[in-house]
């Protein structure tokens, strides 16, 4: 268990990187980033769901100033709650509405960040029961980020057994990923097992190219190189 100590300091780090859910970015069109090559045509919710995708990675690897990260995600939660209720049977926006919300926590930081973990925990079970493979089983590898970076209980609700769990189903579902072999890597960096660590963050390294995700792309991958440099 946890000491109270580096609970603390764990929780007080909460997806200042991409972990969370950052946790778990699928390959969503983005319509500013799309290749110019053809024309896609997005449903609706897709719509939706790419602007709150686009408007995230900008908040997340763009602004610097934490004032105007904190205001900007605070704007986006709310967007993010109103497409979740107006797609009440799909898993894609509670997915997001997730990420959303955890990386909110990540920038309060501190205890009162408990609060909107364990919303975006629920968030995500909630997309599980829909669809578990939505967004390339997304939801599973934001979940299992969620369980080992939150502290213990008495604290909070964090698990190594249960982060484990959901980060290698993740993985059976999309094995060449570059989310769920980075944070499987990070996971495992964060249990000591780092030459295992190693082996997925490179794997990680090597996912193909998200030809609609250029800036989360070079995010996450700066993310890696600087785990990898820290082993």
């Known amino acids: 268990m946890k000491t109270l100590y580096t609970s603390k300091l764990l ?3 909460l997806l200042v990187t991409a972990g969370f859910p950052a946790l778990a970015q699928n ?17 609706p919710m897709d719509q939706d769901i790419a602007s709150l995708q686009k408007e995230w990675a900008r908040i997340k690897y763009q602004l610097s100033d934490k004032k105007r990260q904190l205001s900007a995600i605070h ?9 979740t209720a107006k797609y009440p049977n799909k898993a894609e926006p509670r997915i997001w509405e997730g990420i959303i919300v955890s990386t ?4 309060t930081g501190g205890l009162s960040a408990l609060g909107k973990v364990k919303t975006a925990k629920k968030l995500f079970e909630g997309a599980l029961k829909i669809n578990s493979k939505a967004m390339d089983g997304s939801a ?3 979940l299992g980020s969620l369980y080992y970076q939150v502290p213990g209980w008495p604290i909070g609700f964090g698990s190594d057994d249960k982060a484990e769990e959901y980060l290698k189903k993740a993985l059976s579902i999309n094995p060449n990923g570059i989310d769920p072999n980075y944070f499987y890597g990070d996971f495992l960096a964060q249990d000591g097992r780092k030459k295992e660590a190693k082996v997925y963050f490179e794997r990680a390294l090597q996912a193909p190219d998200r030809p609609s995700r250029p800036l989360a792309d070079t995010g ?3 993310e890696i190189k600087a785990a990898l440099a820290k082993l």
Not at 33 to 43: F, G, I, K
Not at 104 to 107: I, L, Q, T
């Open 11 to 13: 929780l007080s780090a």
């Open 220 to 222: 996450r991958r700066q």
């Open 75 to 83: 704007t986006l939660e709310a967007n993010a709650s109103k497409i």
């Open 104 to 107: 909110d926590a990540g920038f």
């Open 140 to 142: 599973y590898t934001s």
């Open 27 to 43: 390959a969503m069109l983005v319509p500013d980033e799309m290749p110019q090559v053809q024309e896609v045509v997005l449903s």
